[in-house]
Nanobody, 115 residues
Framework: QVQLVESGGGLVQSGGSLRLACAAS????????MGWYRQAPGKQRELVAI???????NYADSVKGRFTISRDNAKNTVYLQMNSLKPEDTAVYYC?????????WGHGIQVTVSS
């Protein structure tokens, strides 16, 4: 099994930046994909960004050019650098890992962007 712990969320003004981190533990050698999803109140959970098979990346159109996902394999950690934040980025952000152990999720971390 894989355990995921997110950090770095909080409250920021519109136009500001935050960096989320997600540390994986447990059966980390079997992780292929790592990424971030988010869920705003009253909305479905949606993909924000993902690193597939440790190399290629995919972003939601709404965050392209503003968010950057990266992965440190030595630390089993995935990061999400979020710049030029907007109020519509307000959501609970969930870390995701997929691989031989199946799909794993973090507990989520709140990101609030004030206007």
């Amino acid at each position: 099994q894989v355990q995921l712990v997110e950090s770095g969320g909080g409250l920021v003004q519109s136009g500001g930046s935050l960096r989320l981190a997600c540390a994986a533990s447990g059966s980390t050698s079997g992780i292929y994909d790592m990424g971030w999803y988010r869920q705003a109140p009253g909305k479905q959970r949606e993909l924000v960004a993902i690193i597939i098979s440790g190399s290629s990346t995919n972003y939601a159109d709404s965050v392209k050019g503003r968010f950057t996902i990266s992965r440190d394999n030595a630390k089993n950690t995935v990061y999400l650098q979020m710049n030029s934040l907007k109020p519509e980025d307000t959501a609970v952000y969930y870390c995701y890992a997929g691989g031989r152990s199946g799909n794993s999720w973090g507990h989520g971390i709140q990101v609030t962007v004030s206007s």
